[in-house]
C-alpha cells in the first residue's frame, strides 16, 4: 500500500533535526506531559528483531530533576576517584533542572538469545524516532551519554537489572537560541555501490 506521506516533508524533516542543548532551553518553560507521551509512543514503534522492544524509559520533569541532578552529581563523586573534576560535578548538578524533562535511556537485556549489539542499535532506533518526533512538534533535544551513563552503580537508580544498559539521557525543552545549521559530507564518499 503506498504512503499517503509527502516525502520531501521527511527528507526536510531529517534534515533539519539538530542536537539543542540544555542552555539553549527556554527556562522555567515546561513541555505538556502528554506530548512527552506522544513523542514516546513514537519511540515505542522502532523497529527491534524479534519484537523484543528493549527500550526502557525513565522521565524526570518538576522536582524530579533535581533528583536526578542530585543523584548523578553525588554518584560521580564517588565513583570518580583521582579524576574527579569539580566542574564536571557542578554542570551534572545543573544541568538537568535547566530542561523541561529528561528521559533515561535504558536498554533491557531480553533472553531472546539476540547478540546486545541488536537491543542497543533497537534502543538507538528508538531514540532517532525520539528526536524527529520532538523536531517535528518544535522541541528541542539532545542525546547525552556523557557523566554517569555507563556507570554500573546507576543502573538499580533507574529500574535496570544487571544485564541492562544504561545508554544515557534524552535532554528535551523549548528552544529559545536555535543551533546553527549543520552539514555533512557528501553520502557517495561513504557508500560502496555494488550491482
Not at 533535526?17 to 506522544?38: C, H, M, N, Y
Not at 524479534?50 to 525513565?58: D, G, L, M
Not at 535547566?98 to 538507538?124: F, K, N, W, Y
Not at 544485564?163 to 534524552?170: H, R, V, Y
Request: charged share 20%.
Amino acid at each position: 500500500m503506498p504512503s499517503s506521506l509527502d516525502p520531501q516533508l521527511v527528507n526536510d524533516l531529517i534534515r533539519t533535526r539538530r542536537s539543542v542543548f540544555a542552555p539553549q532551553f527556554e527556562q522555567g518553560k515546561t513541555i505538556p506531559d502528554d506530548l512527552i507521551w506522544q513523542l514516546l509512543e513514537n519511540a515505542n514503534w522502532a523497529p527491534s528483531h524479534k519484537r523484543t522492544e528493549p527500550w526502557r524509559f525513565t522521565v524526570f520533569t518538576g522536582v524530579g530533576l533535581q533528583k536526578l541532578a542530585e543523584f548523578q552529581a553525588e554518584l560521580y563523586k564517588h565513583t570518580a576517584g583521582p579524576k574527579f573534576s569539580e566542574g564536571k560535578y557542578d554542570k551534572l548538578l545543573s544541568t538537568p533542572t535547566q530542561c523541561s524533562h529528561v528521559i533515561a535511556l535504558g536498554m533491557h537485556r531480553t533472553d531472546a538469545g539476540l547478540p546486545e549489539i541488536e537491543e542497543v542499535e533497537a534502543v538507538a532506533c528508538a531514540v532517532q524516532n525520539l528526536a524527529l518526533s520532538a523536531h517535528a512538534y518544535g522541541l528541542g533535544g539532545f542525546w547525552s551519554s556523557g557523566g554517569i551513563t555507563y556507570t554500573e552503580e546507576a543502573k538499580a537508580f533507574f529500574g535496570l537489572g544487571p544485564a541492562d544498559k544504561l545508554l544515557g539521557f534524552f535532554q528535551l525543552g523549548y528552544v529559545r537560541v536555535p543551533s546553527p545549521d549543520s552539514k555533512r559530507g557528501p553520502v557517495q564518499e561513504k557508500t560502496r555501490w555494488v550491482s
